[in-house]
């Protein structure tokens, strides 16, 4: 072999091998940067509907040290080396030293992530862990209040609960399935009121919150259409159909903030 044919071949296989390494820095910040998106969601939830200890303040603060540190990793389009090195908050604590390798902190000191991308732990701005082990299925995740979400993340037929400890559905991730809202019946049967009995199934019924002019609340059923019309994938983002259904009584959050902007409030952040 000559030495032209090897020196070409020797720089193939490394542009090869700096092409991967940049593919799997990249990847890892995309996943970081989505595990951010969907805890974002799971405490705009926590803060709508908080359980009755929790503070709302805290939770607020909270959203504020997750949108700083969503802008400064996974705000730029472009990744470049000084936004990946040595990344420092306003307030002078370090974001990470490699975006794509090394943990990642809030501004206040708190780690989110010891290495992303990786099964590993991630923890909310309270020190409250969210999951575990993230990257797997099957695994507990939590509420920042520290109340159990899940015990089977990204599995079908699973129970959710909501921040206080009510069931949000016995089924996630299964279109016509029962979900409810988190309080009780308003004829004073036993139970929940319900959501719907088919949710997210076309042309099935859900029950919308409707008030008389004496402030009186009451359920007035509507017909499952367009954007209420929800995939079993879609289905099993329960934080996210949440959120669509606090959007659709008008109830202000930041979640949208954390995702692109052609990204939908329910696309699955795995």
Same mark, same amino acid.
Request: charged fraction near 20%; include cysteine.
């Given at each position: 072999?000559?030495?032209?044919k090897?020196l070409l071949?020797?720089?193939?296989?490394?542009?090869?091998?700096?092409?991967?390494?940049?593919?799997q820095?990249?990847?890892?910040?995309?996943?970081? /940067?989505?595990?951010?998106?969907?805890?974002?969601?799971?405490l705009?939830?926590?803060?709508?509907?908080?359980?009755?200890?929790?503070? @709302?303040?805290?939770?607020q603060e909270?959203?504020q040290?997750?949108?700083?540190?969503?802008?400064?990793? /996974?705000?730029?389009?472009?990744l470049?080396?000084?936004?990946?090195?040595?990344?420092?908050y306003?307030?002078?604590?370090?974001a990470s030293?490699?975006?794509?390798?090394?943990?990642w902190?809030?501004?206040?000191?708190?780690?989110?992530?010891?290495?992303?991308?990786?099964?590993?732990t991630?923890y909310?701005?309270?020190g409250q862990?969210?999951?575990?082990?993230?990257?797997?299925?099957?695994?507990t995740?939590?509420?920042?209040n520290g109340?159990?979400?899940?015990?089977s993340?990204?599995?079908?037929n699973?129970?959710?609960?909501y921040?206080?400890g009510?069931?949000v559905?016995y089924?996630a991730?299964v279109?016509g399935?029962? &979900?409810?809202?988190?309080?009780? @019946?308003?004829?004073g049967?036993i139970?929940q009121?319900?959501?719907?009995?088919? &949710?997210?199934?076309y042309?099935? &019924?859900?029950?919308?919150?409707?008030?008389?002019?004496?402030?009186?609340?009451?359920?007035? @059923?509507?017909r499952?259409r367009d954007?209420?019309?929800?995939s079993d994938?879609?289905?099993?983002?329960?934080?996210?159909?949440?959120?669509m259904l606090?959007r659709?009584?008008?109830?202000?959050?930041?979640?949208?903030?954390f995702?692109?902007?052609?990204g939908?409030i329910?696309?699955?952040?795995?």
């Amino acid at each position: 072999m000559s030495l032209l044919k090897k020196l070409l071949m020797t720089a193939l296989i490394t542009g090869a091998m700096l092409g991967t390494g940049l593919a799997q820095a990249s990847s890892a910040v995309s996943s970081a /940067c989505a595990s951010l998106e969907f805890m974002a969601k799971m405490l705009a939830v926590n803060t709508l509907l908080p359980a009755d200890r929790d503070s @709302r303040h805290e939770l607020q603060e909270m959203n504020q040290q997750m949108l700083a540190l969503n802008r400064m990793a /996974c705000g730029p389009v472009l990744l470049t080396e000084n936004a990946r090195y040595s990344s420092h908050y306003d307030n002078g604590r370090l974001a990470s030293s490699d975006l794509t390798q090394h943990a990642w902190y809030f501004p206040n000191g708190q780690l989110f992530v010891a290495r992303p991308g990786r099964d590993t732990t991630l923890y909310y701005p309270n020190g409250q862990p969210m999951a575990y082990s993230w990257m797997r299925g099957g695994q507990t995740v939590y509420w920042p209040n520290g109340n159990p979400a899940t015990f089977s993340f990204r599995t079908i037929n699973e129970p959710w609960f909501y921040p206080d400890g009510h069931i949000v559905t016995y089924l996630a991730g299964v279109k016509g399935a029962r &979900w409810f809202y988190p309080f009780a @019946r308003l004829d004073g049967s036993i139970g929940q009121e319900m959501i719907s009995s088919e &949710w997210g199934k076309y042309d099935g &019924w859900i029950s919308y919150i409707q008030y008389t002019d004496r402030g009186l609340m009451y359920m007035k @059923r509507e017909r499952i259409r367009d954007k209420l019309v929800l995939s079993d994938e879609e289905l099993l983002d329960v934080p996210g159909v949440l959120l669509m259904l606090t959007r659709m009584y008008q109830a202000p959050d930041d979640a949208r903030q954390f995702i692109p902007g052609d990204g939908s409030i329910t696309q699955l952040p795995w």
